[in-house]
């Protein structure tokens, strides 16, 4: 059985995350402006401020999820999406 090292098995999260966010990219778009908090499919956690999200994670007690910053219209000119 092939021993799987913390950067893979932390790659291997990340990418679920981020298919999560292809998949409802719709949905999320409603969340202009503000950061999500992921963890697999689930979405935790919204917030305008990060302060916010920090304040869940550590509420929550989690090591393992994803935060993710969906851009409002007038960054995405800035910002890659």
Known sequence: MKRITPIEKDARRSSRELDTLEERFEEFSAFSGEWLLLQGDQLLA???DYRD???EIQKRGLKD???HYVPNPAERDFIPV
């Open 53 to 55: 999200i920090a304040a």
């Open 65 to 67: 999820c994803f935060v």
């Open 46 to 48: 919204h917030s305008r």
